[in-house]
């Protein structure tokens, strides 16, 4: 018999918090679900730490070697056989209602594709760390998206019939595959999402943290595509294509003051001509020109 949410971790050397993530599982007050972990390629004790999971028949272990985050995803998507997927990373947590409310919501609206919850941000030890938050769209939320990827992906819950529509992990794509997904997600089906922190997101580690330029170049690329090579320019208003634009450099502009101000400004630049913000973000270049100039 099919259970009703496929679990899906796709990980590599999270060895280390692997045990939390796996537990976060088992504690939830929805119990008909199947967990299919892909390590995919780890070098650590990530074998070791999922082994004694597995006497729970509930759960999959699967190795793979080094697909890459777009393919691992995908071979547990293959493996699913649940009509909803909830996706988790391997160094995240769930609250213990967070499967039972998703799939209440998701059962409760068939129009739906896509739902997800607030999170905590929390640090490499699991200690919280105060965030904001902010309001958040629901319904049809392409142009949102384009502004801001607000969706947390360990709190995703997808009908697989979607994916099976607009396509899973783009294997082409290293980083921002979330992105690029959401935003064809959001091209046809309405999201919504569960008020409330649901999952304990961990940040401050590893490679992505330290890759966030790439990361931003990735997002600058997905969205020329989403906008350009699927027709999608024509029905976004300008006012938010400039916005998105401008926001993004922006955050670039950000990222590099410190380690490369000079090109810091030139991403400034950037962002104004595009949002037409040229107060702050003149401020900001000179300062970047000025530091670059020192320095």
């Known amino acids: 018999m099919k259970p009703t949410v496929s679990v899906l971790i796709a990980a590599r050397d999270y060895g280390q918090y692997l045990a939390d993530a796996l ?17 995919d390629g780890s070098r650590d004790n990530t074998p070791e730490v999922a082994r004694p999971f597995l006497n729970d028949p509930r759960i999959q272990y699967h190795r793979t070697d080094t697909l890459g985050q777009p393919r691992a995803k995908n071979l547990a998507l293959q493996l699913a056989r649940a009509e909803l997927v909830a996706y988790l990373d391997g160094d995240d947590l769930w609250m213990p209602t967070k499967l039972e409310r998703q799939v209440r919501l998701m059962q409760a609206d068939p129009r739906l594709g896509v739902t997800f919850t607030r999170r905590l941000l929390i640090d490499p030890q699991g200690g919280i760390i105060p965030s904001s938050h902010p309001p958040l769209p629901r319904g049809m939320v392409y142009n949102d998206i384009l502004l801001d990827n607000f969706v947390c992906f360990s709190s995703v819950m997808i009908r697989k019939e979607v994916l099976e529509h607009v396509g899973a992990f783009d294997p082409r794509l290293e980083l921002a595959i979330d992105y690029d997904l959401w935003l064809r997600v959001a091209n046809h089906y309405p999201f ?44 976004v208003p300008a006012e938010v294509q400039r916005e998105a634009w401008g926001s993004t450099c922006r955050t670039m502009a950000f990222v590099r003051r410190e380690d490369n ?25 000179v300062r970047c020109l000025w530091n670059g100039v020192r320095g």
Do not use: C
């Open 261 to 285: 101000p000079l090109n810091a400004a030139r991403w400034y630049w950037r962002g104004a001509r595009h949002d037409r913000r040229w107060g702050s973000s003149i401020k900001s270049m």
């Open 192 to 235: 919504d999402f569960i008020d409330e922190a649901l999952v304990k997101y961990r940040t401050g580690h590893g490679n992505l943290s330290k890759r966030i330029v790439e990361r931003i170049t990735s997002v600058l690329s997905t969205m020329r595509r989403s906008l350009a090579r699927r027709g999608n320019a024509v029905m």
């Open 23 to 39: 537990r976060s599982v088992q504690r939830q007050t929805f119990s008909d679900w199947e967990l299919i972990l892909i390590d």
